[in-house]
């Protein structure tokens, strides 16, 4: 039994870390007024080149590296376009997630059905054999460790430093951010990149530890759901991490109930994060004080400053 | 003699528009300096490009004698000019402090701070919360952030664009005691305001602009607040005349314990609010922006429905269940706040916009749902020619024109329908002297034929001009109406205060 709810929850972890990966990194950049839909592309782009990385150096590390940096020079199109540029952030945001999922099945032909490179996992003799927490606390690999201290940079970042105070008064009124003397094109470059690279993060964490492997489609509309987690956060750091695992516990449900033999749809069952997700929506959508007071005023804008 | 600074042959050019046209302009340490123009004079062009926020096409700026150029606002503050904007530039979801903190250079050091904030804000009678957050403020609370946030950089020259505009008398007195002390610890303060009498009373200097140019540079205390009207306008200002007229007749519009919630964490909630307009009547509800005046005319034009039809009584009728269209039909019309996106479609033509209120109660325009363009075109050329809206082209889109003219129409747009009650928020606000009475003297004009006419403002020289009765709005709550003889500004402004503020005040003068 407790062998059983060991790999239950371990598997939660693992569910639940790409999807707070990605949801950490577009909570800054939404801070910073502007909403990157393409968090699905870049996802995708970080699993393929994490892959591929780590498979032809044998280093998942490299894989790592890879797969932030492919992101975020992703992120970077987007900016150029969005905040150089000034076109629509949704029209934007969208063509990248179909640009992401396109480039990253041609880079990933060859390497599909090839056996990945697993990110080890830490172990720490001693505490990593303690019955339950052990495994659970000091047997995870290392980006589940960095997920969460991203987590907690985050908002100690936004919410205790003058650059944190940047972003959100970029996020808050472009305009008047402008008139102080801020760079508000710069500031949202600088976010648009770090969201990038954790959404790239996030990928590489699909292809190196979740599984494995390169499938193409493999992020699987996770990329939309830590969209939807930002606003279930209502844009705090730490409510993402219990969005992130709730959601990451609803899709192992999914999978523990079958192999249970419960008689329910496997189809439902699958689709059960997505209809999550829009019920939560839903509900915090519906009051609108809660969601007005924490939502980043200029979110979606563009911004040309008066010459 | 020394000028701190001095703006020289200074012009800026936006695309073929000259805004400044060779201004030079030298203000004085310890001075309090205004500047005064119409709309679109150029005297916030001017200041911005001392503030760093635009750069001049040509010309130069000196700082204590020495030429400088200002690249950002940030180098304007290194060189001490600090700027309070008309429009306010502080973050709503953050609080006081934070607000400050973005202005201010260096470290991040909130205990030290907010330590400050308090020191400087006691010292010149500014008194402000740093913990509050910005959306829970009053504007006037807001100005203080502002001011605040510029005397903690210890400013040589302080920049006020149109500051009173938005705040009560008692608010405005105070802010003048502050400039005068700073004034005479040595600072220069810029004073952008449209209200002459203040202007006399609190500044030693006057440069007057006029499409872009200075025109003339005078000491107000010598000047009557007509001859600087005189010399802003370039020529007489037409005075309304309001023939008072005493026989009133039915109730025509009724506002009955009229209740509306609070649709948002920074809206009001309008709490029984009870008036009644009579035929021949204009009455004028005066508050500071922000007391519920956006939400009384959701309530009244219909965009938001009322819990109640009762509440709302056109001619006798109850009506607050009915949509805007059906108030239209009844005989009411409606002129918005904002002229561009509410009150008018900025990319439609004007004959369209035109359409876009009157389809239903004028019908000529729609036939069979059928736009009638020869019907609409007639309607719109007829208001052009009879308020005098100045376009381009025969049928221009609305964003084109500017304010003044803008608003001539939508205003015009709605009294050419003859309404039997007409409901206008702002009439006049930004736009200048010439137009502001074309659009008074047809509010009245209108009123006199036997329509009643609210009108939700807050300039209360315009109130005194035009109104026979005034309510003062305050906190979502309505004064009753008083004879416009029975009350002075003073008087409006205590009930514009309200009680909340005035235990505000006396906390913050034990303090």
New interface residues.
């Given amino acids: 039994m407790n062998d059983q709810l060991l790999s239950v929850i371990l598997t939660i972890i693992t569910a639940s870390t790409p999807l707070l990966l990605a949801a950490i990194g577009e909570l800054v950049v939404e801070r910073s007024g502007v909403l990157n839909l393409g968090v699905e592309g870049m996802m995708a782009v970080g699993a393929v080149s994490g892959f591929g990385a780590a498979l032809m150096t044998g280093n998942p590390y490299v894989g790592v590296f890879a797969a932030l940096a492919a992101g975020a020079v992703l992120s970077l199109l987007f900016g150029f376009l969005t905040l150089t540029m000034v076109s629509n952030q949704v029209a934007t945001g969208l063509a990248l997630t179909l640009l992401g999922l396109g480039a990253a099945g041609l880079m990933g032909e060859s390497f599909v059905g090839q056996p990945g490179i697993h990110l080890e996992r830490l172990h720490i003799p001693g505490l990593s054999e303690v019955p339950l927490i052990g495994p659970i606390l000091f047997g995870q690999d290392f980006l589940v460790y960095l997920s969460l201290i991203i987590v907690a940079a985050v908002s100690y970042v936004l919410f205790r430093?003058?650059a944190g105070?940047?972003i959100?008064?970029v996020g808050?009124?472009q305009?008047?951010?402008h008139?102080?003397?801020?760079s508000v094109v710069g500031v949202r470059y600088l976010c648009v990149m770090f969201g990038g690279a954790c959404s790239g993060l996030a990928g590489g964490y699909l292809s190196l530890a979740y599984t494995p492997q390169w499938v193409e489609n493999m992020t699987a509309g996770r990329g939309w759901i830590a969209l939807a987690l930002v606003v279930f956060s209502s844009w705090l750091p730490w409510r993402i991490v219990a969005g992130a695992y709730l959601f990451g516990t609803i899709t192992v449900m999914g999978f523990s109930l079958q192999a249970y033999g419960i008689g329910i749809p496997s189809q439902l069952l699958s689709a059960l994060p997505y209809i999550v997700t829009i019920l939560v929506l839903v509900v915090i959508s519906g009051n609108?004080?809660l969601m007005?007071?924490?939502t980043?005023?200029c979110l979606g804008q563009p911004f040309v400053p008066?010459? | 003699m020394d000028y701190l600074l001095e703006a020289l042959h200074v012009t800026k050019v936006f695309g073929t528009l000259k805004a400044n046209d060779g201004v030079t302009l030298k203000v004085k340490p310890g001075e309090i300096h205004a500047f005064l123009g119409e709309n679109g004079a150029g005297k916030s062009t001017l200041v911005k490009m001392i503030y760093?926020?635009?750069?001049p096409t040509s010309g130069e700026f000196r700082w204590m004698g020495k030429a400088v150029t200002i690249p950002?606002?940030?180098a304007a503050?290194k060189l001490g000019i600090g700027m309070v904007?008309q429009h306010?530039?502080?973050?709503?979801?953050?609080t006081v402090a934070?607000n400050i903190?973005?202005?201010m250079p260096g470290?991040?050091d909130m205990k030290k701070l907010s330590g400050r904030i308090a020191r400087v804000s006691r010292d010149y009678g500014l008194p402000l919360e740093p913990t509050a957050v910005v959306?829970d403020l009053s504007v006037g609370e807001r100005q203080r952030i502002e001011i605040v946030r510029c005397l903690l950089q210890e400013p040589k020259l302080l920049i006020m664009d149109e500051p009173t505009a938005v705040l009560t008398p008692q608010e405005a007195d105070q802010l003048f005691i502050t400039l005068a002390r700073l004034a005479s610890e040595g600072c220069a303060v810029i004073y952008i305001s449209h209200r002459l009498e203040e202007v006399k009373r609190l500044c030693h200097n006057a440069t007057i602009l006029r499409h872009g140019k200075v025109v003339a540079n005078v000491d107000p205390t010598r000047e009557t607040a007509a001859s600087l009207a005189k010399l802003m306008v370039g020529g007489d200002i037409h005075v309304v005349k309001s023939a008072r007229e005493d026989q009133r007749g039915a109730t025509r519009l009724k506002l009955d314990r009229l209740r509306l919630s609070a649709?948002?964490?920074?809206a009001v909630e309008l709490r029984n609010v009870s008036l009644d307009v009579k035929a021949g009547e204009v009455v004028a509800i005066a508050g500071v922006a922000g007391n519920g005046q956006s939400e009384l005319f959701d309530a009244v034009s219909g965009e938001r429905s009322l819990a109640q039809a009762a509440m709302l009584l056109i001619d006798g009728k109850p009506m607050g269940h009915d949509g805007v269209n059906a108030r239209r039909n009844a005989g009411a019309a409606f002129v918005p706040e904002e002229r561009l996106g509410h009150g008018a479609v900025p990319a439609f033509t004007l004959s369209q916009n035109v359409v876009l209120t009157r389809h239903s109660s004028d019908g000529a325009l729609v036939k069979s749902g059928m736009v009638s363009s020869g019907g609409a075109s007639g309607v719109s050329q007829r208001v052009i020619k009879d308020y005098d809206v100045r376009k381009g082209k025969p049928d221009p889109e609305a964003r084109s024109l500017s304010g003044g003219n803008l608003q001539k129409f939508v205003v015009g747009r709605e009294l050419d329908r003859r309404p039997g009650v007409l409901v206008i928020n702002q009439p006049t606000w930004g736009v200048d002297a010439g137009a502001s009475a074309t659009i008074r003297q047809a509010i009245v004009d209108l009123a006199r034929q036997g329509s009643a006419v609210l009108v939700i403002s807050q300039d209360l020289d315009e109130i005194f001009e035009i109104a026979d009765r005034i309510a003062v709005i305050s906190r979502g709550q309505l004064s009753e109406a008083y004879p416009a003889s029975d009350l002075t500004p003073e008087k409006i402004g205590l009930l514009m205060a309200g009680a909340h503020e005035r235990k505000e005040m006396a906390h913050a003068a034990r303090a």
């Fill in positions: 430093t003058k105070l940047i959100r008064a808050d009124s305009q008047s951010a008139a102080l003397g801020y609108r004080a007005r007071a924490n980043p005023a008066d010459r | 760093g926020a635009l750069q950002s606002p940030a503050r904007f306010f530039s502080l973050f709503e979801a953050l934070e903190a973005l202005a470290a991040f959306a649709d948002g964490p920074f």
